[in-house]
């Protein structure tokens, strides 16, 4: 393999381990075993890792594994077998997020007594439709159409009365009411600084369905607070979910981590790797007989080289 057949997309300059006041980190790795890990993976597996390791601190292993219908126990078990492949070694016990339900149906509960959920009954295809016929819908940080509140103005009887004849409904956040509750907010990300929550950029996120009692935007922050995370790192694809899981943490009461959105790995094409796109797997790599020292060469040189093509196009 070559350095050209990945390289990091460097969307604001090149990636640092951070050592922040002296802090020991508390770090995870939180891949979904819907598929087998890809270079990604690796690159964002390690940078949890070194953040933590650089600091004495901890590095944790937590599988997202809500969607029964797309995660396996032979991803799971080849998630673990990779990482020590890599050399990487996680602290303390394997956190599976399916075992773990209880924790985020009280959180929904507390944000239901709060007021700050309301029952949206329309399906996926309905929002999907409605969103494709509205000139007027809101668009979303990356371009995407929002959700436009169909269901957030329905009155109280009407939602019982449709909640007692079994129509199936998702719980959304009213982002609007919870910000009523919690006045302005912001975060603090290492390579972008303060910034100002702006969760409404995101519309009235779902946080829990009937096939998957828990979205990744609630259980994300759940988890984080109960495993003592102190540093978040990952994918900077992830950086506007930030404002909403800031939201949640302040409407919960839970402690607020740092975070690191880092560097994505990309393809030739420049696409970001993903499993829906056939990104290269390490198991097949494994099988090709690269070696872990290769591998990390390999990834080190392509980070070089996109630093070095910002900076001089910088210049």
């Known amino acids: 393999m070559t350095a050209g057949e990945a390289r990091t997309i460097a969307l604001r300059g090149p990636d640092f381990v951070p050592v922040l006041d002296g802090a020991a980190h508390v770090t995870r790795f939180a891949p979904s075993p819907t598929g087998y890990l890809h270079l990604g993976h690796a690159y964002a597996a390690r940078f949890a890792h070194d953040a933590a390791r650089l600091t004495g601190g901890r590095f944790l292993l937590r599988l997202e594994d809500l969607d029964p219908q797309r995660c396996r126990p032979e991803f799971a078990a080849a998630i673990v077998e990779d990482l020590r492949w890599l050399g990487l070694r996680f602290d303390g016990t394997v956190v599976r997020q399916s075992e773990r339900m209880a924790l985020y149906r009280q959180a929904l509960d507390r944000l239901r007594a709060a007021g700050v959920l309301y029952p949206c009954f329309c399906t996926r295809k309905q929002v999907r439709e409605e969103v494709a016929e509205s000139a007027?819908?809101?668009?979303?940080?990356?371009?995407?159409?929002?959700?436009?509140?169909?269901?957030?103005?329905?009155?109280?009887?009407?939602?019982?009365?449709?909640?007692?004849?079994?129509?199936?409904?998702?719980?959304?956040?009213?982002?609007?009411?919870?910000?009523?509750?919690?006045?302005?907010?912001?975060?603090?990300?290492?390579?972008?600084?303060?910034?100002?929550?702006?969760?409404?950029?995101?519309?009235?996120?779902?946080?829990?369905?009937?096939?998957?009692?828990?979205?990744?935007?609630?259980?994300?922050?759940?988890?984080?607070?109960?495993?003592?995370?102190?540093?978040v790192t990952r994918g900077e694809d992830l950086f506007h979910a930030t404002h909403v899981h800031r939201l949640l943490q302040a409407l919960l009461g839970l402690p607020v981590p740092r975070w690191y959105h880092h560097n994505l790995i990309g393809d030739r094409d420049g696409r970001r790797m993903a499993k829906r796109t056939g990104a290269l797997t390490l198991r097949h790599l494994r099988a090709r007989g690269t070696t872990p020292a290769a591998l990390w060469r390999m990834l080190e040189a392509a980070t070089a080289a996109t630093s070095a093509c910002a900076a001089s196009a910088g210049s």
Do not use: M, N
């Not at 007692?164 to 972008?192: H, I, M, N, S």
């Not at 922050?221 to 995370?229: M, N, P």
């Open 136 to 231: 007027a819908a809101p668009h979303g940080p990356s371009g995407e159409r929002l959700y436009h509140g169909t269901c957030r103005g329905l009155g109280a009887a009407e939602r019982a009365a449709r909640i007692a004849r079994g129509e199936p409904y998702a719980w959304r956040l009213d982002v609007a009411r919870a910000l009523e509750r919690t006045g302005p907010l912001a975060w603090y990300d290492v390579r972008a600084g303060w910034v100002e929550a702006d969760p409404a950029a995101l519309g009235d996120v779902v946080l829990a369905r009937k096939d998957v009692p828990a979205s990744y935007h609630l259980a994300v922050v759940v988890d984080d607070a109960a495993q003592g995370v102190s540093l």
